[in-house]
């Protein structure tokens, strides 16, 4: 895919900053999201990237910078239609009561697709499940779930949302925050799939990823940030070399390129014992 339009951009976010406990946790940061396009967030633990994630969502309100949906402040946009325009899947979500799986993916489409009628929203919610690989959980207790499993009923609960959305809002994003942490490599594979899938329909995808190779083979846009900077951004094969993967990740990595696609890879050498070696 080619580099996204950034004239296109559905959410902008302006030098934000957050500071908390007088400590700078993302400085400055600009990003923008576009439709059709999946924008992969990678670095080092600490590094600011689920706080920057927040920030866009409105999870957090920054302190300094500003973010825009559709050129419409983030902070000025009304709970319900916010929740038609954008979705998020958090990095830990906890329940403190007995739902069953298919309550908490249902979830997602009580805020946003009351104006359903019944039979539709069971359909969605069955279909989401489905398209999860979670449908027979569906009548299981969200607690006595695995965390991998937990983790997919999350993201059915954010399919939910998006797709009740979409009648209201045509131009949506989604924000997925390490969305396979504990998942096995076969449903890693699935969900970033499905992820590139959504985008593929005009959604713009923001996740955020530590493991390097699947974010350079699923990133339309890649974006590195490192001690609450954005350090780099643009695509996978013009933005990762060897010198900034030894600055950020503090290890000596070999890029290299499979023949087909030319998509880059990368193979550790030698773990950096010092920081500042």
């Not at 007995?98 to 009580?110: H, N």
Request: with cysteine; glycine share 8%.
């Amino acid at each position: 895919m080619s580099e996204p339009r950034l004239q296109d951009a559905l959410v902008c976010a302006r030098g934000l900053g957050f500071t908390t406990g007088g400590k700078a946790l993302v400085r400055d940061a600009t990003l923008d999201l576009v439709p059709g396009t999946t924008t992969i967030l990678i670095g080092p633990n600490g590094a600011g990237k689920s706080t920057l994630l927040k920030l866009m969502t409105g999870e957090v309100r920054a302190s300094a910078g500003d973010v825009a949906i559709d050129g419409e402040t983030l902070t000025a946009i009304p709970a319900w239609r916010l929740a038609c325009q954008r979705a998020v899947m958090a990095q830990h979500a906890r329940l403190a009561f007995p739902f069953s799986v298919y309550e908490v993916a249902s979830l997602g489409v009580d805020g946003v697709g009351r104006a359903m009628p019944r039979p539709r929203r069971d359909a969605l919610v069955g279909d989401c499940l489905a398209a999860a690989g979670v449908l027979d959980l569906a009548g299981r207790q969200y607690q006595t779930l695995s965390g991998g499993e937990q983790q997919r009923v999350q993201f059915a609960r954010t399919l939910c949302q998006i797709e009740a959305g979409r009648s209201i809002a045509p131009r949506q994003a989604l924000f997925l925050d390490e969305p396979i942490a504990s998942l096995d490599l076969c449903h890693q594979l699935a969900l970033l799939d499905m992820a590139r899938a959504i985008a593929a329909r005009g959604v713009a995808v923001l996740i955020v990823l530590h493991d390097l190779n699947l974010a350079v083979t699923y990133a339309d846009h890649l974006v590195v940030m490192d001690q609450g900077q954005i350090i780099a951004q643009g695509a996978p094969a013009k933005t990762l070399d060897d010198a900034l993967l030894r600055q950020v990740f503090k290890v000596d990595l070999s890029l290299s390129r499979a023949p087909a696609p030319g998509l880059p890879f990368l193979l550790p050498q030698q773990h950096r014992i010092s920081p500042a070696a």
